[in-house]
């Protein structure tokens, strides 16, 4: 079984750009949830989508959104990128999304912006 | 409000040394609770889970026990070894409605030969 998939690895991005990232979750899984990684801040939950549909969002300006499509797949995606938005984000898959239900989590992307 | 509190690192032991990485929690009701482990250069991987009070969750020589009482997860191993260096974070998920895991701030533990 695949496990969840992130596309691209790595990404170097000028300030002011724009950059999407897509997360293909593991077959089966309806509900993903995208997060950042940093040094300072740690973990941080950014949103979280289930059959199409935003859940939950954390707390992130509106620069930063998403969508889900019918398959599942997510894309998150990040407007007039500023330098403290170079960070790991990471996407998680889950069946349901709820309790007790494991999270299983891409490699992720790693966003520089310069 | 939910959060998970554990152990500032970093943390460097000797091989087939004892690890403690300490995880306390704030939540309504009761969560369930979940070790996750990121080796360099990549994303989490779940380590083990425990979804109700007294509940041990183990893995790959790991334990933990979900202690109501002192709103604790501590992860243990009685015997590192080198390929156990990585960051390890404590996370909680409230059982009730779909709200995301909130996570601590990680603890990264450096294993020497």
């Not at chain 2, 041990?56 to 390929?83: C, D, I, M, P, W």
């Amino acid at each position: 079984k695949a496990g969840v998939t992130q596309t691209p690895r790595y990404l170097i991005k000028t300030r002011g750009q724009q950059v999407t990232l897509s997360c293909s979750p593991i077959s089966g899984h309806r509900s993903v949830s995208w997060y950042q990684q940093t040094p300072g801040q740690g973990l941080q939950f950014l949103f979280e989508y289930f059959s199409e549909t935003q859940r939950n969002k954390g707390n992130f300006p509106g620069r930063f959104s998403g969508r889900q499509f019918s398959n599942s797949r997510s894309e998150m995606n990040v407007s007039t990128l500023e330098l403290g938005d170079s960070a790991l984000y990471l996407c998680a898959s889950s069946q349901t999304g709820e309790g007790a239900a494991e999270a299983f989590f891409g490699q992720g992307t790693r966003l520089t912006v310069v | 409000g939910n959060s998970v509190t554990q152990m500032e690192g970093p943390v460097t032991l000797s091989e087939e040394a004892f690890l403690t990485i300490n995880c306390t929690y704030t939540a309504t009701g009761y969560p369930s609770l979940f070790w996750y482990v990121q080796y360099p250069g990549e994303g989490l991987q779940l380590l083990l889970k425990a979804t109700k009070a007294d509940d041990k969750g183990s893995n790959k020589g790991f334990e933990a026990t979900y202690r109501k009482e002192t709103t604790s997860f501590h992860l243990e191993k009685g015997s590192v070894q080198v390929s156990d260096s990585a960051v390890y974070f404590c996370a909680l998920s409230p059982n009730s409605g779909n709200t995301p895991l909130v996570f601590g701030k990680g603890t990264r533990l450096s294993v020497i030969a």
